[in-house]
């Protein structure tokens, strides 16, 4: 009955060890880190042709850019981009500029690989890492060149002695 009692008693202290054990094992592992907090930047919402109202929207939509779409690639931030572009100016321009991307990506996808020592084939999809000068350029551009252009044709619609003169456009 002695050896039974030593035997149970044995028992018994090798589960209080084993539960010490795992104890002291849980408490070594390394807690998760909690997930970095993702910084919120407003929508900049769209941008509708006005010159007027390009250099603020500009100024949200890089910092949007940097801020929640870290880490995407050039043809998620360019469709972000230009999906925000509306009006009869941007908006057609962005339409067109976005179909050749499009078009650009699906041929590349089906182009066989450049061989060795020929250049690389351009991308489909602009940088945007860079300082986005030439879509600024180009955004704003359009805005002003339309502007430009319609305040001509109304002077010369509203000066019946310039009536005789024709535009050639294209």
């Keep these: 009955m002695a050896d039974l009692q030593q035997l149970l008693a044995q028992l018994i202290q090798g589960q209080i060890d084993l539960q010490n054990h795992l104890a002291a094992i849980v408490a070594a592992q390394p807690q998760p880190a909690l997930p ?8 900049p ?8 109202k390009f250099h603020e929207w ?3 939509i890089k910092v949007w850019i940097q801020i929640s779409m870290e880490g995407a690639m050039d043809a998620q931030v360019t469709a972000a981009v230009l999906l925000r572009l509306t009006g009869p100016k941007a908006g057609q321009w962005a339409q067109v500029r976005l179909d050749s991307c499009m078009v650009a990506a699906h041929a590349l996808a089906n182009t066989p690989p450049v ?8 991308p489909a999809w602009p940088a945007w890492h860079g300082d986005h000068t030439y879509y600024a350029d180009r955004i704003k551009y359009i805005g002003n060149h339309v502007l ?3 305040k001509q044709i109304l002077s010369q619609v509203a000066e019946p002695s310039l009536s005789h003169v ?3 456009v294209g």
């Excluded at 061989?115 to 351009?122: D, F, I, R, S």
Aim: aromatic share 6%.
């Design 115 to 122: 061989p060795a020592g020929q250049p690389p084939h351009l």
């Design 166 to 168: 024709h535009l050639n």
């Design 58 to 60: 500009w100024s949200k």
């Design 148 to 150: 430009h252009l319609s």
């Design 36 to 43: 970095p907090r993702k910084k919120v930047v407003a929508d």
């Design 45 to 52: 919402g769209s941008y509708d042709s006005s010159p007027q």
